[in-house]
């Protein structure tokens, strides 16, 4: 009976040890911080033409309140940031593909992306508004039946309108564009009826053309943004957050977002 005994502790002691170094080996396998650190940058994706949070300015530097955010966490983080301008509708593969460390460019947090992709903390919080001419008599989602309606290809703003199917189906046309700049020149120019876009990117363009544009009441709902990052990537995702939960507390995301807002829209 004893040396059934010792038999089985040793065998206990002996599957511990197993299992103590491959959960060593799985722990030490996510190296994406590390690799961060000897670089000493991290590469952001995105479309340098969604104002505010991300385009090219006067002298063609990329800025925006994402680009801001960005800064500030490298800084906390202790490394550079680097920016590339990336297809919208093939981001997700850049970043999968390592082309790119992570997607920060108002992304939007959905099912269907937490299947790609993982995401930091939510930092901002965001809705689809409908952005019609100012003197159109379109005033809900009910008078957009029989209208052309224009939108960014593969944004959360298609992903809101189709989601609605009452709305979307009574449509004469949804317009897709390769961003959000030429859908509104187009509302401008008369050529469509409506835009379905962001918020923090419909309010901006109306405080830059006063008068030309006005937000209806109905919206087709709200949204969580954060940084997408590559599943595998955890101990990076690890240094982010806690960045992110920095700049929250000492006030540096509330100074960017006053900067480019006019208000605090952080998420807390």
């Not at 002996?14 to 961060?36: E, R």
């Not at 508004?129 to 989602?141: A, E, F, G, L, Q």
């Not at 897709?176 to 309010?203: C, F, M």
């Not at 109905?218 to 957050?241: A, C, M, P, Q, T």
Request: charged share 30%; hydrophobic share 35%; glycine share 8%.
């Amino acid at each position: 009976m004893k040396k059934k005994l010792g038999i089985l502790t040793l065998v206990i002691f002996l599957l511990g040890i197993i299992l103590t170094g491959c959960g060593q080996g799985q722990k030490s396998s996510d190296k994406s911080w590390d690799d961060i650190k000897s670089k000493g940058q991290f590469v952001v994706g995105l479309d340098d033409s969604f104002p505010p949070m991300g385009f090219r300015d006067e002298k063609g530097q990329i800025v925006g309140f994402d680009i801001d955010m960005a800064k500030a966490a490298a800084q906390k983080m202790g490394v550079k940031v680097v920016f590339k301008p990336v297809e919208w509708d093939g981001i997700i593969l850049s970043l999968n593909n390592k082309d790119i460390d992570v997607i920060w460019n108002g992304l939007t947090i959905t099912d269907k992306r937490k299947k790609q992709i993982a995401f930091s903390k939510v930092y901002l919080q965001n809705k689809q508004i409908i952005v019609v001419r100012n003197d159109s008599n379109i005033k809900n989602k009910k008078d957009l039946s029989g209208k052309t309606v224009g939108l960014q290809m593969g944004s959360s703003s298609e992903t809101a309108l189709n989601s609605d199917a009452a709305t979307a189906k009574s449509l004469k046309n949804i317009r897709k564009y390769s961003n959000n700049t030429e859908a509104l020149l187009d509302l401008n120019q008369g050529r469509i009826d409506a835009v379905v876009v962001d918020e923090v990117v419909g309010r901006y363009y109306l405080q830059k053309k006063p008068g030309l544009y006005k937000i209806l009441e109905d919206n087709f709902g709200k949204e969580d943004y954060g940084v997408g990052i590559r599943k595998s990537d955890e101990s990076f995702k690890e240094k982010l957050d806690e960045a992110l939960d920095s700049m929250k507390k000492d006030g540096t995301a509330n100074k960017i977002s006053q900067k480019w807002f006019g208000k605090d829209i952080i998420a807390k």
